[in-house]
């Protein structure tokens, strides 16, 4: 199955090529509830729309454009609870991508996961002692 959009809780991934589908082509696609833009990002992909608008209360659709803007080009990497702890309150992406449920505050693996897990940071990232 293809993953369209951000990871994010309550993801509409596994309805959004049907969403797609039974829309009608037209200039502008306006995702009202666009969550972690996973609609947005299979109507983009179809070439039914011209331009796109996604919406919702929370800063996802910023990060989605980002990402698209090619800003996160270097942030290949897991995260160490450590590191995430500490940067998760200035590092919006880090802080969604990596926690629990998205909650921005939960490291997204257990202590006995996160233990058996490799750290990987993106070149030039400082690495902090685990």
Sequence with gaps: MTRYGVPYKGSKNSVARWVVDVL?????LVDLFAGGCVVTHAAMLSGK??????????????????????????YDFVPAREEFNAAKDD?????LLYSF????KSYLWSRE??????????????????
């Design 24 to 28: 009608h082509p037209s200039h502008t």
């Design 49 to 74: 729309w011209d331009e796109f608008v996604a919406n919702d209360t929370n800063d996802v659709p910023q990060v989605f454009l980002d990402a698209i803007d090619g800003k996160f080009a270097d």
């Design 91 to 95: 590092d919006t992406v880090l802080s």
């Design 101 to 104: 449920g998205n909650d921005r």
């Design 113 to 130: 996961t996160s233990r058996a897990s490799t750290t990987r940071r993106p070149p030039g990232r400082q690495t902090r002692p685990t």
